[in-house]
């Protein structure tokens, strides 16, 4: 299945081309983007963004991010060894679409506030408005500690229960989340059980041509089919960047954002 989906690759539209993309920034790209795997249409399952709604990033920051990107080399089903490839590190590409991500949903919102930013690997801190990258994915040590942090900005309307922990209410602000990941997480079973109160949109970063991402992308594929919380994105290898954004944009906000309006909400605002 992974190298069915691998397959299925086609050249990303050309509208999408900017030259401040990473790869372009990098020139890692002189043949051109990498073929990407075209998400499913966008569907809506809850309700759009409401200016009450809690918007929070949690990126990986594992050392793998920083490593350099290597393709495996496969004999049947072993790997036999590795070769190099002309592409972003996955932490370059992170750090630009979230940069992007965070300059549209700014416009978007008219916020002047700005969104937390929680990082993790094995454990989890908040760094603000700060993104430092470089660092066995458990996705569950950054949950826990964003589930905190949102539940105690709007503790008033949440519930903390001596067993169960904190518990959303009726009035508590939907929480709406951007996870950034590189590759499978050991706990994402666990994480997936957790996922019944907020909005969740996952972005997976990774090698052009690598079955084990692909394996990865089905995976999280199926966490979003089961549960409708739950968007995913993913990339490969010299990525369109306004692609990839667009496509985080339209599951984060929850609507059909069109190509105008992702134009609208790159530019910057007038002072």
Request: glycine fraction near 6%; proline fraction near 7%; include cysteine.
């Amino acid at each position: 299945m992974a190298m069915a989906k691998m397959q299925s690759a086609v050249e990303p539209p050309p509208v999408y081309f900017s030259e401040d993309d990473t790869c372009n920034l990098q020139h890692t790209s002189e043949s051109g983007y990498s073929k990407q795997v075209m998400p499913p249409p966008f569907r809506p399952f809850d309700p759009p963004e409401v200016p009450t709604d809690d918007t929070m990033i949690l990126p990986y920051v594992s050392g793998s991010m920083s490593f350099t990107p290597m393709r495996p080399v496969y004999n049947e089903y072993l790997i036999e060894s590795y070769t190099a490839l002309t592409q972003p590190k996955n932490k370059d590409l992170a750090k630009a679409i979230i940069r992007r991500f965070v300059d549209a949903l700014t416009n978007h919102d008219h916020s002047t506030s700005g969104y937390d930013l929680v990082t993790f690997s094995t454990d989890a801190a908040y760094v603000g408005s700060d993104i430092k990258i470089g660092g066995g994915t458990r996705v569950m040590t950054g949950w826990e500690k964003v589930k905190e942090m949102h539940f105690q900005k709007h503790s008033e309307s949440a519930t903390l229960h001596p067993v169960y922990g904190w518990l959303a209410g009726p009035q508590t602000p939907m929480l709406r989340l951007l996870l950034i990941l590189d590759g499978e997480a050991v706990d994402m079973d666990e994480f997936e059980l957790a996922l019944n109160w907020a909005h969740i949109t996952i972005f997976l970063v990774g090698v052009d041509g690598c079955p084990n991402h692909h394996r990865h992308a089905n995976e999280l594929q199926r966490i979003s089919d089961v549960n409708h919380h739950v968007s995913f994105v993913d990339a490969t290898g010299n990525t369109p960047e306004r692609f990839v954004t667009h496509q985080l944009l339209k599951r984060h906000l929850g609507y059909d954002m069109s190509m105008a309006e992702l134009e609208q909400l790159e530019q910057l605002p007038a002072c």
